[in-house]
Structure formats: structure tokens, C-alpha cells
């Protein structure tokens, strides 16, 4: 089985995440690069979608795309990854490194709601949606507290308990889709 790790991070957390699965996995990562990288532009949903991957998404088994959530969306570097790719994209799966908590996943700002949207755009090609909210790393009474999980970012110090837990059982979950 051939694995690739596609990501798009803004601030860290999802390229610590997805150099830490392609590690794991001892598969080949790519960075997805925006034509234009202004984020501010994203938030009001301009984009000039994404450069040509230098690996050929075809070659691959499996896709795992890795990248934030903003305002609840699926964010545009990512929507423009499988719109170009989707016909070479062969299964995906879908992690995130976002703010919101799992008690919280199905309201207006929640990762639930864009599993929903990635599933419903790729169908049975998506295989796996996971989510490692940053409040795993935080401290018990800053879990809510947007201020801190907004300047928290995922790092070798604070990948531990919790999130480390969560994140060697997706290690297995994936190596089991192999088979
Ligand atoms: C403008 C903005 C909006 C955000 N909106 C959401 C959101 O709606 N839901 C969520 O779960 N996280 C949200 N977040 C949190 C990010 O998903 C989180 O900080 C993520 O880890 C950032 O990833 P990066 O470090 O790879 O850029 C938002 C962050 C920013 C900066």
C-alpha cells in the first residue's frame, strides 16, 4: 500500500501533525502551496487554487489529507487539493488539527460539520475522518478557552497523554485500512 501525506498549515499544528504521520508511516509527505498564500483572502473565500503537486496522486493508495478549519469551513488549499486531484485520488482520509473539542463537533464552528462536507464530496473514496483538537494539549480549565487554543500550537513538548493516545490508536486505525 502507498501512502502520501498532503498538508496545508498556516500556523504549524497541521505540518507537525502531518510530518509526524508520514514518520510514523514512513511514506512520502507534500506540502500543498496556494497560488496565492493570503490568508486573509481565504477567509473571505478568494483563492487561485493550488500549484501542481510535484508526486503524482494517481501512484498513490491512499491520500491523507491534513489542514485546519476556519470559521467551520472546509478551507479553500484543501477544497482545491481534491477538486484538482479528485479523479487521481484513489482513497483519502481526512485529519485535522483544529480548534474545536469533540463535545462541540456538530455545532456552527465544529469539525463534525466538515467530515460531513469532505464524506459527502468524495464518498466512498474517504475512508477516515479524524480530528486532534488543540485542547487535548491544553490544560483542563483552558479546553474552552479560545484565547489559549488560538495561541497553542502542537509541538515535540506538548505531544503527550491525551493526544499521543489518540494519536497512536489513528496510527493503527490506518495501518488497519490497509488491509
Ligand atoms: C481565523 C481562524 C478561524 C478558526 N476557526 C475555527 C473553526 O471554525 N473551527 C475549529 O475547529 N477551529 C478553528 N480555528 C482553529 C484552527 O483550526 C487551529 O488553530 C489549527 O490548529 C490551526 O492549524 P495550523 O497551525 O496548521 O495553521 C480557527 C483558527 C483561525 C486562525
Same mark, same amino acid.
Given at each position: 500500500?502507498? %501512502? ?14 502531518? !510530518? ?9 509527505? &507534500? &506540502? #500543498? ?20 503537486? @510535484? ?10 489529507? *491534513?489542514?485546519? =478549519? ?11 487539493? =481534491? ?9 483519502? #482520509?481526512?485529519?485535522? *488539527? *483544529? ?5 462541540? @463537533? ?22 477516515? *475522518? ?15 478557552? %479560545? ?9 515535540? !513538548?506538548?505531544?503527550?497523554? !491525551? ?17
Amino acid at each position: 500500500m502507498k %501512502t502520501i501525506v498532503v498538508y496545508y498549515s498556516n500556523k504549524g499544528s497541521n505540518k507537525y501533525l502531518a !510530518e509526524r504521520i508520514s514518520k510514523s508511516l514512513s511514506c512520502e509527505i &507534500e &506540502e #500543498i502551496k496556494p497560488r496565492l498564500n493570503i490568508f486573509l483572502l481565504f477567509l473571505m473565500n478568494i483563492h487561485l487554487g493550488i500549484k501542481p503537486l @510535484k508526486n503524482n496522486i494517481k501512484e498513490y493508495d491512499k491520500v491523507i489529507l *491534513c489542514g485546519p =478549519i476556519w470559521m467551520g469551513k472546509f478551507i479553500p488549499p484543501l477544497r482545491s487539493f =481534491i477538486k484538482k486531484y479528485f479523479f487521481k485520488i484513489n482513497k483519502l #482520509i481526512f485529519v485535522t *488539527c *483544529c480548534g474545536s473539542t469533540n463535545a462541540k @463537533k456538530d455545532e456552527k464552528f465544529g469539525h463534525g460539520l466538515v467530515f460531513k462536507e469532505v464524506e459527502n464530496i468524495l464518498k466512498d473514496k474517504c475512508i477516515l *475522518c479524524q480530528a486532534f483538537p488543540v485542547s487535548l494539549v491544553l490544560p483542563d480549565d483552558k479546553k474552552e478557552d %479560545t484565547n489559549a487554543f488560538m495561541k497553542t500550537h502542537l509541538n515535540d !513538548e506538548n505531544f503527550k497523554g !491525551e493526544i499521543q493516545v489518540l494519536y497512536e490508536n489513528f496510527i493503527r486505525n490506518v495501518i488497519e485500512t490497509n488491509s
